[in-house]
Structure formats: C-alpha cells, structure tokens
C-alpha cells in the first residue's frame, strides 16, 4: 500500500470519527466470508458503518481526532473492525444479537461521546445505554409529570373549593 493510500485511509477513519462521535472496536478475526457479509448487512439494515483497517492506521486516525486514549489504543492488537454509529448503543446490540449464534464479534473497545469502554465485559453495559433521544424522552416525560399532577391539583382544589364556598352560603 502507498503512502498516499494510507494517509487518505488515516483522513476517512478521522473525518467518520469527528462525525459519528460513537465507534466501536471490534475483533471479527477467523469468520468465514460468509459470516462477515451476515454482519456487513445487518450493519447496513441497522444504520452502522463498518470497516476493517490496520491498527497502525486506526492508531494514527485516533491521534488525528484528538482521542487521547491509551486504553484505546492498547486494544489495537490483532484484526480489528471498527463499527460507527450516530446512536451509541446500537452497535453493542448488533454484537450481541450476532452473538447468539456466534462467539464472535468480540468487542474490543468503545468510545461513546468521548466515554471509554474496553473489554468484551463491556458490551451488557453498552447495550443498556440509553441514546441521546432516549434520555430527552425520558426527561420530558419527568419533567410533564409534577406539571400535570400540579394542573390536576388546582384544577380538583378549585372544585373543592367552590363547594365548600357553596356550603358556607347555603348555611349563611
């Protein structure tokens, strides 16, 4: 491979980095061509980007997006696949739907919003991570709730309210 082939490899592993703000590092070494085009497909039915480059050319990537990350980069070892997404629990789902079938993909890292995970005992943990969609849903509907109890509050007191009034002039 030339020198410019790697730089322009180093420059689209950096520029999908800075983008996605989520990747994965994967170990899918020893698979059938059969079983890496399974992953590829329900990478691309679930929204991931995935490819395959030399450590040495992801360790230079990293350095070039600013991820300062040595655990990161102590992972590189091996064959390693790199899964981006813009929602950061969705690629340690698709390892470990593939998983049931297949001890393989391992996960070897992961950088979700510039959150480090390394090891395979990660990937419960990433799969429960809620996106960033999820959680404003969730805080939405946190914050609605002592509003509408509130509403109901004065709307029910209001009631209670113009009947004890009521009360009191029937009796006056």
Request: hydrophobic letters at 40%; glycine letters at 8%.
């Amino acid at each position: 491979m030339r020198k410019e082939e790697k730089q322009e490899i180093v420059q689209a592993l950096t520029d999908r980095i800075q983008a996605f703000g989520n990747f994965y590092i994967a170990d899918t070494a020893n698979l059938s061509v059969a079983k890496v085009n399974t992953i590829r497909r329900k990478c691309f039915e679930d929204g991931i980007q995935i490819q395959v480059a030399k450590n040495s050319l992801i360790r230079k990537a990293l350095e070039a997006a600013g991820v300062d990350s040595p655990e990161l980069v102590g992972v590189l070892k091996g064959s390693s696949t790199l899964l981006f997404s813009e929602v950061g629990n969705a690629p340690a789902k698709l390892i470990k739907n593939l998983r049931k079938t297949n001890d393989k993909p391992l996960l070897k890292g992961a950088f979700i919003d510039s959150a480090i995970f390394v090891g395979d005992n990660q990937l419960d943990a990433l799969v429960n991570l809620k996106s960033k969609n999820e959680l404003i849903g969730d805080i939405i509907g946190l914050l609605q709730s002592p509003a509408k109890n509130v509403i109901s509050a004065l709307q029910s007191g209001g009631n209670k309210l113009a009947g004890i009034v009521k009360t009191l002039q029937e009796r006056g």
